[in-house]
């Protein structure tokens, strides 16, 4: 569960300006009624617009091969692109991610224990208006599936108005008003968009799937500051707001069921202390939040559970070496859980920990692989479960998860990339609750392989 200076942008520095496309062409889609439907599209600015519309369509109603043919179209008239510039101030950027996951046992964004799941799309439009070099307004919309529960999200990802107050050569402090992405860890900031992230499956270790609602963006307000000198760049975020998460996810992570009442986060507060050197060949960062859950029970008991308050305090150290052709990472994150009722009937005070080592190597501007070992422990003194099983009775793989990763990505442009990962696991503990509801069912040992294609401008 993990909550987390956002990258509103997709970084500039990977999209570049695209070759000249021709000025009439047809793209063919299947909807889901395997129904052709043929667009023509009559210059390079409405190709792109009206692409992502395809794209949003063939989403919304699930229309797997549409997404599928819409990518591999962006690919073909595509081969570098940039963001769209309405004007010399506005600015659009766009993503697409189609994935595929096969599991051996237990289910994993849909039925991927069932011949596998394509029940995995991410696709993002984001804007930004500079109206003065120190005031900028952004957002972005996200459209998603991701197994039962989320068959087709749409969301305001993230709105904000960020406003410089200060900027010197040396110094830089300013303001981000709105609905901010949480800044946590190494990855959580641009953690929706392919490109940016080392894998498909991020390390669940950190950036838990079961609780991404909570951890994405908050509603609130953000201050920054940064410092930079010769001996590196030193910066701080600071944030209060309101976390998203009133949903059944958050009710599952921290109440294991469904109840009648209401799960509502409240006035919650995050930081990050991060520091740069050498252009980000080194990197270092302390990360930290306190994360406000209520429960309001809908009925009395015994027909429902008493009013709870769950405080999260999530701590993450995290340090990444970075060259041309090699990059090494790890974070390690201490969570603590403190629950309790009005009248002290119930409290709970639970401390775990996880971690994750990863090695990235660029064999070439197209080819990279990587390797990675992952570890999750919900309460570090039971890290096996072995206790939770005595007095719950329920299975004691629920209380941890190891994962080996090994994965491949090939940069088939600087615009479109496709990636396979196996994962071996042992242990449930990050499994999304709502596509495996029955723990009993769940197996301790299991296995993932998962498949990618990605676009973005």
């Known amino acids: 569960m993990t909550l987390l200076k956002p990258s509103l942008m997709i970084k500039e520095n990977l999209v570049r300006s695209p070759p000249m496309l021709p000025r009439r062409v047809f793209v063919f889609i299947f909807n889901k009624y395997q129904e052709i439907s043929k667009i023509k599209l009559s210059s390079q600015l409405g190709c792109r617009i009206e692409n992502l519309c395809l794209v949003t369509i063939s989403i919304i109603f699930n229309g797997l091969m549409g997404s599928l043919l819409c990518t591999i179209v962006f690919a073909m008239f595509s081969r570098e692109a940039q963001a769209i510039e309405l004007t010399d101030n506005i600015r659009l950027h766009g993503f697409l991610t189609q994935g595929y996951f096969l599991t051996s046992d237990n289910k994993l964004f849909g039925a991927s224990d069932k011949g596998g799941s394509f029940d995995f799309t991410e696709a993002g439009l984001n804007a930004s208006w500079t109206p003065d070099p120190n005031l900028r307004l952004a957002g972005q919309v996200l459209l998603r599936r991701a197994g039962t529960g989320h068959e087709h999200d749409v969301e305001l990802d993230f709105g904000l108005i960020d406003y410089t107050a200060f900027s010197t050569p040396d110094f830089l402090f300013g303001v981000r008003l709105g609905r901010f992405k949480n800044p946590l860890g190494l990855y959580n900031d641009t953690r929706d968009v392919l490109v940016t992230r080392p894998t498909i499956l991020l390390p669940q270790s950190i950036y838990l799937e079961r609780t991404r609602d909570l951890s994405l963006s908050a509603d609130g307000g953000l201050l920054y500051g940064e410092h930079r000198s010769e001996l590196g760049t030193l910066s701080l975020e600071m944030g209060a707001g309101v976390p998203r998460g009133n949903n059944l996810d958050t009710e599952l992570a921290y109440l294991g069921g469904d109840y009648p009442g209401e799960t509502q986060p409240k006035l919650s507060y995050i930081g990050r202390l991060a520091y740069e050197r050498e252009g980000g060949k080194y990197r270092a960062a302390i990360s930290a939040a306190r994360v406000d859950v ?164």
């Open 294 to 457: 209520r429960y309001e029970p809908r009925f009395i008991q015994p027909d429902d559970l008493p009013s709870l308050k769950d405080i999260f305090i999530p701590v993450i150290f995290s340090m990444q070496y970075n060259t041309d052709q090699f990059s090494l990472s790890a974070e390690y994150a201490i969570r603590r859980i403190q629950e309790s009722s009005p009248d002290n009937s119930f409290a709970l005070d639970v401390t775990g920990n996880s971690y994750y080592l990863q090695a990235l190597y660029r064999f070439n501007e197209k080819w990279q692989a990587i390797l990675r070992y992952d570890a999750l422990y919900n309460n570090r003194n039971d890290k096996h479960g072995k206790n939770y099983h005595a007095l719950t009775g329920r299975p004691a793989h629920t209380q941890f998860a190891t994962d080996w990763t090994f994965g491949l990505r090939y940069n088939i442009t600087s615009s479109f990339l496709v990636a396979a990962e196996y994962h071996y696991v042992n242990g449930t503990a990050w499994l999304p609750r709502q596509d495996n509801l029955d723990p009993n069912e769940m197996e301790q040992r299991w296995h993932i392989f998962a498949l990618a294609a990605s676009f973005h401008f």
